[in-house]
């Protein structure tokens, strides 16, 4: 059991007043979420809705709000996550709870992060930021947030105060689930980098090398943390690796088994289809052309509208490979100028990130 959990409990054990029991139940619950016990996190949703669920209780209502927003989104990536966290934080700013005004504001945060709206990220974390009086578990998540942001730019170094003073936060809250975020989210953010420089032939093999034992220390960490939420996130992870490392059988098995599981999401958009042009590059790969030309033609290009940014060129950059090597150099022509207006958006996109990026620093987190 993590520290954070057993300090709860503890503290629930002695604790006689109603109100305060029921705030530390769904603070309990939403950390119970966060590492993938979803059926135990709803249980203590559904209780704190039978005796609390009249909203008469400010703080109880938005942390009940949170809770399901948590559960939402580490059951299974619910876009509706959004929203009950949104409106969490409209109840909390209309009461005015300081500290639950940040520690949402964080969660919506990172929301949009996920979303890949970076200007709503920035504009969410708004509340964290130059105020007195510390919230932990608030900016701990900012740090984690901002951290993967910098890293998401390309700027790893600026990452690193970042992680840095999310970990010591983490460690004070007894939080693992923070510091499995922590483990996990410096190599997926690589993974996008090297992914794009690999599909222009530059790939760079200490830093894929580096992300690969980074990805595997992520999966080592939760599973003996017993942190199962997202586990199809890091096992994407894992075969980018192996495909980007000149294994492309091993990957393959692993797409294929994540594409099996019909229900999983891997995202707020239509992610499956990365791992689907993802498994026909294994496929040409391992010298199966035809299995790899049938996947690509199963896959409609306009397709790439409903992925996040950086997938929309990701994918239209490994659609105009799988072309060009399968035959058709005339498909990769037809999508030439989308994928150019692409480039041009996603690199607009990580000019105003890092210019958002720019005047932040974790000392205007109250400490």
Avoid at 78 to 86: K, N, S, Y
Avoid at 157 to 186: F, K, M, S
Avoid at 279 to 308: I, N
């Amino acid at each position: 059991m993590s520290r954070l959990l057993a300090r709860l409990d503890h503290e629930l054990a002695g604790c006689r007043d109603p109100l305060r029991r029921a705030e530390l139940a769904a603070e309990r619950g939403c950390y119970l979420a966060r590492v993938g016990d979803i059926a135990a996190a709803q249980l203590v949703a559904a209780q704190l809705r039978r005796e609390h669920g009249d909203g008469r209780a400010s703080r109880i209502a938005v942390r009940i709000m949170l809770l399901e927003g948590l559960i939402l989104f580490f059951d299974n990536m619910d876009p509706l996550a959004t929203d009950r966290i949104l409106r969490a934080h409209t109840v909390a700013l209309a009461w005015r709870h300081d500290d639950l005004i940040r520690l949402t504001a964080a969660w919506l945060g990172h929301m949009q992060f996920v979303r890949g709206d970076f200007d709503a990220m920035l504009k969410a974390f708004e509340p964290c930021f130059d105020r007195p009086g510390a919230c932990l578990e608030a900016s701990s998540r900012v740090c984690v947030l901002i951290g993967s942001a910098h890293q998401f730019a390309g700027q790893p170094q600026a990452a690193r105060p970042w992680y840095e003073r999310a970990r010591r936060e983490a460690i004070t809250l007894g939080d693992d689930a923070t510091i499995g975020a922590l483990v996990y989210n410096r190599p997926a953010m690589s993974l996008v980098t090297l992914r794009l420089d690999a599909l222009r032939g530059r790939l760079d093999a200490d830093e894929l090398q580096m992300a690969g034992i980074g990805v595997e220390s992520a999966y080592a960490y939760c599973l003996g943390a017993h942190q199962r939420s997202l586990m199809q996130l890091k096992d994407a992870c894992r075969a980018r690796v192996a495909l980007l490392g000149g294994e492309p059988a091993r990957a393959l098995v692993i797409y294929d088994e994540l594409l099996r599981q019909q229900d999983t999401r891997f995202g707020f958009h239509a992610d499956r289809l990365m791992l689907e042009i993802e498994r026909a590059a294994c496929l040409l790969d391992v010298g199966r052309d035809g299995d790899a030309r049938q996947a690509l033609d199963r896959l409609d290009p306009a397709l790439h509208a409903g992925l996040a940014l950086e997938d929309q060129l990701l994918f239209l950059l490994q659609h105009a490979r799988l072309s060009r090597a399968l035959g058709h150099p005339e498909r990769a022509e037809a999508w030439a100028s989308v994928l150019a207006d692409v480039q041009g958006r996603y690199d607009s996109e990580i000019g105003r990130l890092k210019a958002g990026l720019a005047g932040l620093h974790p000392s205007r987190l109250a400490a």
